[in-house]
């Protein structure tokens, strides 16, 4: 390393897997992208490992012995911990995929999968916690009535009370809000939002519309344009 050059710390990916094959498939895949991994084999492990060390984040089994997924994605969650959680499941269940939605995950997927595919969703998913995207750094608040979005410090607050948010759910909001009244299809913001829209199904955006909705009660920001996708409400929608 030159002198005075200063050494980038790779970011960890906690591993919460318990068969082993596919544990160390992901970290072999997850290292040669360039991440630090951890690997723990059931939920109770799980929820140690994300308390002491701090992933970046957490890749989660849904089929865990004894706690499963969910539980611990709930556990996290009603602890205030909003650490970027992406599941990882045998099941092809569209009812465990949404449950794990609305308990605040960012993403899924589902196995068989190519672990280029994970180690892509991780970056996307890293790459919306950390506010990569070029307007957010442009603009230092979007409010929208009782509403303010502030991406420099990926906080929302409604009438000045912070209200938390996944890293998902925060740049579909502040992606709506940064346009108002401009109608988005679901695969238009599958691409701007997630990254993709080959990987992730429409219904994800749905979700997340919903636990944003519904954690901004009774405040409305989002109208829904049937048929179509969605817009932030205008400052003339708003009134009454």
């Given at each position: ?49 994300v308390a002491r060390h701090t992933p970046a984040v957490v890749l989660l089994d849904i089929g865990l012995p004894g706690r499963d997924g969910i539980e ?16 990882v499941t045998a099941r092809d269940d569209h009812v465990d995929r949404v449950v794990g939605l ?139």
């Amino acid at each position: 390393m030159r002198p005075g050059a200063v050494q980038t710390v790779p970011r960890l990916v906690l591993v919460v897997e318990d068969d082993p094959v596919i544990a160390d498939l992901l970290v072999l895949h997850l290292e040669h992208a360039g991440y630090r991994t951890r690997v723990e084999r059931d939920g109770e492990a799980a929820l140690a490992a994300v308390a002491r060390h701090t992933p970046a984040v957490v890749l989660l089994d849904i089929g865990l012995p004894g706690r499963d997924g969910i539980e611990v994605c709930r556990a996290m969650r009603a602890a205030g911990d909003w650490t970027p959680v992406l599941f990882v499941t045998a099941r092809d269940d569209h009812v465990d995929r949404v449950v794990g939605l609305e308990l605040g995950a960012d993403d899924y997927v589902t196995k068989p999968f190519s672990p280029r595919e994970v180690t892509a969703r991780v970056a996307a998913v890293l790459r919306r916690a950390d506010g990569a995207r070029e307007h957010s750094a442009a603009i230092e608040v979007v409010r929208s009535g009782a509403v303010e979005c502030l991406p420099m410090e990926r906080r929302v607050l409604v009438q000045g009370v912070e209200v938390p948010f996944t890293a998902t759910e925060f740049e579909l909001l502040h992606f709506l809000l940064c346009t108002p009244g401009r109608v988005f299809s679901r695969s238009q913001l599958l691409r701007n939002v997630w990254g993709q829209d080959n990987l992730a199904g429409e219904r994800t955006v749905d979700v997340h519309v919903a636990q944003v909705r519904a954690k901004l009660a009774p405040h409305e920001v989002i109208r829904t344009v049937r048929g179509v996708g969605y817009a932030a409400l205008t400052e003339r929608e708003r009134r009454p």
